[in-house]
């Protein structure tokens, strides 16, 4: 591994910790400000409900894809950033100037995310507004999701992430669609000071499909969630979770050219200009950790004055990182996968060893006890 690829590798790893980290800290801010979204966090159909909820805005946004109104979805992404970060401004910013109740400052901080995501979406841009709207996320997920529901999702999400990506490979339309849009869906991490997500063309697919939550591709692929390599070399997938990255723009097509026959190697992933890696990656798995954290099954203690890292929370973070260097090993070598298997998986087992180590009975650690 050439120091370039160690950068990049540790950047990508140090994000996912960032989100886990921002979640952890703002799941008590978020619960005092009143932004706990169900009744009772402890409902498993909550997941169902939001599961529901993934399919048809994928369905949606298929259909606004083929119909051609990509502007529809560009409108309501980009009013997502500025709703989900607002909440994160709201309790990390002092109201010092307030009307009618409304915090001016987090009004603004939002307002200047929205602006920037419009103006000027180059891969900076992009990367800040995926990372607080990826921390804010996961922690209104891990305050209002117990650990039973956070538990539920994960797995249900990683086995359609898996059938999403080595089933109907419908992942790829939504990727290819949502990746010229120039959306906060993904993080860019370049593997050149030279690059510019702006003059850059999106990963090319050549498989038909479509891909939706979270396909690792190999050599191709681009896609809302999931980190890949982008290329336009053959791939099962274009998911949105694993790490793809981004050909150069040598000869002024974006890689387009770098289509290859049936015969020729793939190219490695790391001798592209950037990796692609989708936001519900990171996210994902940190809503786990932020339920862990704040609903401490067992009653285990914090390890950490003021943040909410309990040891299941931080075995949880452990697993998910562990799963994330596996998932890059092997788009690495040139291979497609759904990355929710590896990092839902991941997170799910540090939680339950985590657990297990702290002393909570297998049952309450998955939230099972009040059915048994």
């Known amino acids: 591994m050439d120091r370039r690829t160690f950068v990049v590798v540790a950047a990508i790893v140090g994000t996912f910790l960032l989100v886990q980290v921002g979640a952890l800290a703002l799941v ?27 399919l048809v805005a994928t369905a949606v946004m298929l259909a606004a894809f083929r119909y051609g109104v990509d502007g529809l979805i560009r409108g309501l992404v980009v009013f997502a950033a500025g709703y989900i970060t607002f909440f994160v401004f ?31 979406p180059e891969w900076y841009v992009i990367d800040v507004a995926g990372v607080v709207m990826g921390m804010g996320a996961a922690g209104l997920f891990g305050i209002s999701f117990g650990v039973l529901p956070a538990l539920l999702l994960l ?28 959306l906060p869906v993904v993080l860019v991490f370049p593997l050149t000071l030279s690059y510019s ?26 896609e809302p969630n999931g980190a890949r390599r982008a290329s336009s070399e053959r791939s099962p997938d274009g998911g949105e979770h694993g790490p793809e990255a981004q050909p150069g723009n040598e000869d002024g097509d974006g890689g387009a050219g ?11 992933a790391f001798e ?22 704040f609903f401490a ?7 950490v ?33 759904a990355g929710l298997p590896l990092l839902n998986g991941g997170a799910i087992a540090g939680y339950l060893g985590g657990s297990l180590v702290a002393g909570v009975p297998v049952v309450t650690a998955l939230g099972l006890a009040p059915y048994i």
């Open 90 to 120: 709201s309790v990390l910013v002092p109201p010092v100037v307030s009307v009618w109740g409304f915090n001016v400052p987090a009004g603004a901080l939002s307002l200047l995310v929205v602006v920037g995501l419009y103006v000027y």
């Open 155 to 182: 797995t249900v999400l990683a086995v359609y992430d898996a059938i999403s990506v080595y089933g109907t490979e419908h992942m790829l339309t939504l990727a290819s669609g949502v990746m010229d849009l120039k």
């Open 28 to 54: 008590e801010p978020f619960k005092s400000a009143g932004f706990q979204a169900t009744e009772n966090p402890s409902d498993p159909t909550n997941s169902l409900v939001y599961i529901g909820g993934i």
């Open 258 to 268: 770098a289509a290859a026959d049936a015969d020729e190697a793939p190219e490695s």
């Open 297 to 303: 099954p067992g009653g285990v203690d914090a390890l």
């Open 305 to 337: 004055s003021g943040l909410a890292l309990t040891l299941p929370a931080l075995t949880a973070m452990v697993g998910t990182v562990l799963g994330l260097l596996v998932l890059m090993y092997q788009v690495a070598k040139g291979q497609a996968h």
């Open 197 to 222: 997500f702006l003059d850059s063309d999106p990963p090319a697919s050549v498989d038909s499909g479509d891909e939706e939550e979270g396909a690792t591709t190999a050599p191709d692929g681009g």
């Open 272 to 293: 592209r200009d950037a990796f692609f890696i989708g936001l519900g990656d990171a996210v994902m798995p940190a809503v786990l950790v932020a339920s862990a954290g």
